[in-house]
């Protein structure tokens, strides 16, 4: 599912991309890097012949010049890659790519993810940039415990959380609650009643379980980061499971980053209000029904302007073993085959927020970064409660792990905490919280 704006017509007619200084894409500036040239050198060379697909076809490392070959996984087309350091003062270097499809007229975005695909993997080896370091996350490894005691408390403690555990549901809901408020927000439930269930509801549940439908009343759980403005935009993650799994991945890891996202933004001045939403009811039997959380969420907060709705849907699961990731049908042939990046996707009414959030993100973490802009018939892209904010007319993305695309817990009983990777979690965590800080506009004091 991910990897590029599908459907910009500017890749049809462009087949190279190069880095500049002013390049208006924050992925493709020049970079510059606080080591001496001929350890950058030595690192690029490393890292290249590490990529798939990829070979170093000549080398002159007095003049900081390396050329490469990137070979297309369909049909084996060759895109041809010079990179030039320069040292503009003793210890400091600059780094500058260009990438060329040596035949057609367009090459739909490839020759700027080969930059980007070199970046990302020096970024693993040597860190990112001096200057491009986030400075306001906090240590990594204190951020991923408090990762891995959220998902634990919902998907061990806790347990399955739906209408059929209506005990475990309603703990669930007061756990993300008291997690607000240890953070310094007044949360509230916003309950709703669902006295007759919607047709699609009904037919999708067993028989044994219809008794537990009626008149049920279930709870989104807000809590509101008040800015100096009246847009808004909205943080959520379903903290429902389907039922029979204990729903670690899916969603206990997207409730953990939306409780850290709020206590990690408590003491920041934003101009735009925020509003962090636990959303019940996302799972079948309800999904794509008007018994959605998020659907009686957008009429509670009618009246109100959201700009913007970031969707966190499963966050945890990653691998770097070849094929680990799939793709709906013709996607495999853009994207990486290891499940290790973070999508971000929307639909193309959201492509601007789509690209901008991605960009932000690859800027502020070491994890790869994918997106995808393309209509809901791409299996996957509406797979959440974005989907409800873009009937409603609102820009919506949704930041995940691919889901079933990788994870093979997925709606399973096995669907456990130990399943997931903390660390990477973390990553994603503060790329999103950077996301925040460029979207929300903070406000320097």
């Known amino acids: 599912m991910l990897g590029f704006s599908a ?4 890749y049809l007619t462009h087949n190279k ?32 012949q590490t990529l798939p697909r990829w070979k170093v076809v000549h080398q002159e490392a007095e003049n900081g010049e390396i050329s490469a070959e990137r070979k297309t996984r369909l049909f084996g087309f060759i895109d041809d890659i010079k990179i030039r350091l320069t040292t503009t003062e003793p210890g400091k270097t600059t780094l500058n ?41 906090e240590p990594l490894k204190e951020l991923s415990g408090r990762l891995l005691r959220h998902v634990q408390k919902l998907a061990l ?15 669930a809901g007061e756990y993300i609650a008291n997690a607000f408020k240890e953070s310094g927000y007044e949360a509230r439930f916003e ?37 100096h403005s009246e847009e808004k935009i909205v943080i959520g993650a379903h903290y429902d499971t389907v039922i029979g799994t204990p729903g670690a991945d899916d969603n206990a890891s997207g409730v953990a980053v939306l409780l850290e996202l709020a206590r990690m933004l408590q003491g920041v001045t934003l101009e735009k209000t925020l ?31 959201i700009t913007l709705m970031m969707s966190l849907e499963m966050l945890g699961f990653y691998s770097d073993a070849p094929n680990s990731q799939t793709y709906p049908p013709l996607l495999k042939h853009f994207y990486p085959d290891q ?15 789509v690209n901008g959030i991605a960009k932000t993100m690859e800027n502020a973490t070491p994890l790869p970064v994918e997106s995808l802009s393309a209509p809901r018939i791409v299996p996957g892209v509406d797979y959440s409660d974005q989907l409800n904010f873009w009937k409603a007319g609102i820009p919506a993305v949704m930041l995940t792990d691919t889901a079933f695309n990788r994870n093979p817990h997925y709606h399973k009983p096995s669907d456990l905490p130990q399943t997931l990777q903390y660390d990477k979690m973390a990553d994603a965590t503060t790329a999103i919280l950077e996301a925040l800080y460029y979207y929300g506009k903070v406000v320097e004091e």
């Open 191 to 227: 309950s709703f009643q669902i006295a007759s269930p919607p047709a699609l509801t009904a037919l999708r549940t067993d028989q044994s379980n219809k008794v537990a439908l009626k008149d049920a009343t279930y709870r989104n759980v807000v809590a509101i980061k008040k800015g």
């Open 97 to 137: 790519i260009k990438s060329a499809s040596r035949v057609g007229k367009g090459d739909l975005g490839q020759n700027a993810r080969n930059i980007r695909e070199i970046f990302s993997a020096l970024d693993h080896k040597i860190g990112k940039p001096s200057e491009t370091q986030p400075t306001r996350a």
């Open 7 to 10: 459907f910009n017509c500017t």
């Open 157 to 171: 403690e806790i347990g399955e959380r739906n209408f059929t555990h209506p005990k475990a549901y309603q703990r």
């Open 275 to 305: 509003l962090f939403a636990a959303f019940a009811n996302e799972e079948s039997p309800f999904f794509r029904t008007s018994a959605m959380g998020s659907a009686h969420f957008i009429k509670a907060h009618a009246d109100e302007k």
């Open 17 to 48: 991309a190069e880095t500049r200084p002013d390049h208006p894409d924050p992925s493709l500036k020049t970079r510059t890097y606080i080591l001496p040239a001929a350890r950058l050198f030595t690192a690029l060379i490393d890292v290249i």
């Open 339 to 353: 499940a290790n990046f973070i999508a971000v996707v929307g639909n193309l009414a959201s492509k601007t927020y």
